[in-house]
T-cell receptor, first 116, second 114 residues
Framework: GAVVSQHPSWVICKSGTSVKIECRSLDFQATTMFWYRQFPKQSLMLMATSNEGSKATYEQGVEKDKFLINHASLTLSTLTVTSAHPEDSSFYIC????????????FGSGTQLSVL | AQSVSQHNHHVILSEAASLELGCNYSYGGTVNLFWYVQYPGQHLQLLLKYFSGDPLVKGIKGFEAEFIKSKFSFNLRKPSVQWSDTAEYFCAVTPNTGGFKTIFGAGTRLFVKA
């Protein structure tokens, strides 16, 4: 099956620093990738849709200047949490879509971010 | 706003017990429905899906789900669980409006006692 690699799997950083999370589709090209965030006992919340070669589309309430998304190639999307604060601590997960349909969604293993 | 509600955060069962995990969604239009599973230490993976046709769909590992349109529900079932079914299960909905943005429930953690 298609594989999506997400790195790092966990990261601890100081408040005010920036953290970059990578999402790679290893054996397929993904024109669309998605970034989600999950708080304990809550849903996976869609943050943004990342389209290769164009600006990401952010969901309502997500600060685009804080969560920078870059989808520079068909196999790589990055999420940068800028000037991280403790309230940004969360589980971030990416997914990549194979093809155009809604069903072929493959997930990374997630990144646990802890901001001190 | 569209949402997906899963009824239980945690479920504990003994092996061979029957399983039913509830899922309800709020969206008035046509939807695609999914159940994903995440085994400990692994990625989320698709368990089964419903697009159209027979509302009772069968997935991998003996799981099935039934779409009841009038109840906006898509409950997951398995007649006899095994210890290896211990995992977190996510119900998800993709409104058929283009863009195919998937909305997830909060997940249900299932622990099966051997």
């Amino acid at each position: 099956g298609a594989v999506v690699s997400q790195h790092p799997s966990w990261v601890i950083c100081k408040s005010g620093t920036s953290v970059k999370i990578e999402c790679r589709s290893l054996d397929f090209q993904a024109t669309t990738m998605f970034w989600y965030r999950q708080f304990p006992k809550q849903s996976l919340m869609l943050m943004a849709t990342s389209n290769e070669g164009s600006k990401a589309t952010y969901e309502q309430g997500v600060e685009k200047d804080k969560f920078l998304i870059n989808h520079a190639s068909l196999t790589l999307s990055t999420l940068t949490v800028t000037s991280a604060h403790p309230e940004d601590s969360s589980f971030y997960i990416c997914s990549a879509r194979l093809g155009q349909g809604p069903e072929k969604l493959f997930f990374g293993s997630g990144t646990q971010l802890s901001v001190l | 706003a569209q949402s997906v509600s899963q009824h239980n955060h945690h479920v504990i069962l003994s092996e061979a017990a029957s399983l039913e995990l509830g899922c309800n969604y709020s969206y008035g239009g046509t939807v695609n429905l999914f159940w994903y599973v995440q085994y400990p230490g692994q990625h989320l993976q698709l368990l089964l899906k419903y697009f159209s046709g027979d509302p009772l769909v069968k997935g991998i590992k003996g799981f099935e789900a039934e779409f009841i349109k009038s109840k906006f529900s898509f409950n997951l079932r398995k007649p006899s669980v095994q210890w290896s079914d211990t995992a977190e299960y996510f119900c998800a909905v993709t409104p058929n409006t283009g863009g195919f943005k998937t909305i997830f429930g909060a997940g249900t953690r299932l622990f099966v006692k051997a």
